[in-house]
């Protein structure tokens, strides 16, 4: 079945450094969706690509998409401690109507101020 | 904020015993979905259900079930509950199916069983 890859699962920074972390798929996505669930909270959608390639950008964070769609990179400029928590993205394999999102199994990120 | 309700937040329940989790949406969503999250995990897709009346099981086995009278309401049940049920539980609905759209996610029930 599709696996939806994050690695590694923890990282540590300094306030102030960039910060990046990467998905991959072992299929095709026809969209990737990244989420952020802060600790003792629930997941909360960021942000949704569907084109080959596609950037968007949310104030400090910049999402991309991969050429082949296959991957996905989530970059965070200049971190603060507002940005602690664990870091999802998701994908549906393949697509098509009955398909659900496959989650990674996130990275959590830390920041020392 | 989303529209979306899940109760009771925290539950500590004995083996046994049978419970529902509730999870209510105010958006009209078609689909909704639980998921089962233990700390600091992935998210494992238990059940979902795509509209009235329709219900289906997720990647994860779950010996759990769950119903869909109505648009807005899907709880979920366990008639026996075990120390390894326990977990949280988040539901979720979206507008858009085929894994494309927005989930919004409720607040979750931690579910402890001594």
């Known amino acids: 079945g599709q696996q939806v890859m994050q690695i590694p699962q923890y990282q540590h920074v300094q306030e102030g450094e960039d910060f990046t972390t990467y998905c991959n798929s072992s299929?095709?996505?026809?969209?990737i969706q990244w989420y952020k669930q802060r600790p003792g909270g629930h997941p909360v959608f960021l942000i949704q690509l569907v084109k080959s390639g596609e950037v968007k950008k949310q104030k400090r964070l910049t999402f991309q998409f991969g050429e082949a769609k296959k991957n996905s990179s989530l970059h965070i400029t200049a971190t603060q401690t507002t940005d602690v928590g664990t870091y999802f993205c998701?994908?549906?394999?393949?697509?098509?109507?009955?398909?659900?999102?496959?989650f990674g199994k996130g990275i959590t990120l830390s920041v020392r101020p | 904020e989303a529209d979306i309700y899940q109760t009771p937040r925290y539950l500590v329940i004995g083996t046994g015993k049978k419970i529902t989790l509730e999870c209510s949406q105010t958006m009209g969503h078609d689909k909704m979905y639980w998921y089962q999250q233990d700390p600091g995990m992935e998210l494992h897709l238990i059940h979902y259900s795509y509209g009235v009346n329709s219900t289906e099981k997720g990647d994860l086995s779950s010996e759990s079930t769950v119903s869909r009278i109505r648009t807005e309401h899907f709880p979920l049940t366990l008639e026996s509950a075990r120390p390894s049920h326990t977990s949280q539980y988040l539901c979720a609905s979206s507008a858009q199916g085929g894994g494309t759209g927005e989930l919004f996610f409720g607040e979750g029930s931690r579910l402890t069983v001594l």
């Open positions: 998701a994908g549906p394999p393949g697509g098509g109507a009955n398909s659900k999102l496959t």
């Open positions: 299929t095709t996505l026809s969209n």
